[in-house]
Structure formats: structure tokens, C-alpha cells
């Protein structure tokens, strides 16, 4: 038990070192700190059939606590060009006791003109994975 405990560390360390070469902020907050963020799968850990997948940097992103919770519970998820998708079933009020005024801001239309929350595009390698966590993590409608 204690030798799979170990591999599993090392394995999560070497993940995060794959997905820092691609990645360097959260991609919703733009926090750089290190300390900060989590390499978070885009397509789970539990569902990669490879540890190629499991360990690919390609299948990760850095993101805020907070981020990583919402993206992993399939609250948000992410266009390939970079647009950010909110579930319908995530409160817009909860959005904003988060922090991310800006996109309740969006949501709701205020402002000179309603445009998306957008990131960078994502790199061809990412987004196979993303087309994963739209369709099966998730939270549509």
C-alpha cells in the first residue's frame, strides 16, 4: 500500500512538471504563484485508459483552488479557442461570492456589450481532452 502511495506521488509530481512546461497561470485568475495553483486533469485521472494519459501534460491545467473545484465538478468547462462555458446549473450569485465578477458582469449582459469570458486558445494536443470534459464531465443543461 505505502509503495503505491509513493508512485502515486511521484506520478502527480511528474504530472504537474508536464503540464507546467505547457501551462504558466491559472487560466480563469491568471495567477502565476506556483504555490497557488493545482495541475488539474482535464480529462480525470480515473478515466485516462493509459498512464501516458494520466501523466501527458497535454491533459492538464493550472488552476486556482477555487478553479480546479469548479472545473473538476464540471461547473465550467472550456472552447478550444478559449471561450468559458458555466453551467447552467451553477448560480450566478455564487459566481460572484467566488470572485468572478467579471463573468456574472458577462453573464448578465452589463456593460457596454455582452462578450464571452475568454482565455487563450488551447494548444491541438488539449484539445482532445477538452472535447472529453464537455461531454462527459460537464454539467449541461
Avoid at 507546467?20 to 495541475?39: F, Y
Avoid at 491533459?59 to 468559458?84: H, K, M, Q, S, Y
Wanted: with cysteine.
Amino acid at each position: 500500500m505505502r509503495t503505491a502511495v509513493i508512485q502515486a506521488r511521484r506520478g502527480q509530481g511528474k504530472f504537474r512538471a508536464n503540464v507546467e512546461a505547457v501551462e504558466n497561470h491559472c487560466r480563469l485568475t491568471k495567477i502565476t504563484n506556483p504555490t497557488l495553483l493545482i495541475a488539474s486533469h482535464i480529462k480525470p485521472w480515473r478515466s485516462c485508459k493509459t498512464a501516458e494519459e494520466r501523466l501527458d501534460g497535454m491533459n492538464g491545467l493550472l488552476l486556482t483552488p477555487d478553479a480546479d473545484l469548479l472545473f473538476d465538478r464540471g461547473f465550467i468547462t472550456f472552447e478550444d479557442e478559449g471561450n468559458v462555458i458555466v453551467s447552467p446549473r451553477f448560480a450566478t450569485e455564487d459566481l460572484r461570492r467566488l470572485g468572478l465578477g467579471d463573468l456574472v458582469m458577462h453573464r448578465l449582459g452589463f456593460g457596454e456589450a455582452q462578450r464571452p469570458w475568454r482565455t487563450e486558445a488551447f494548444q491541438d494536443g488539449q484539445r482532445k481532452y477538452l472535447e472529453y470534459h464537455r461531454a462527459e464531465v460537464y454539467v449541461g443543461a
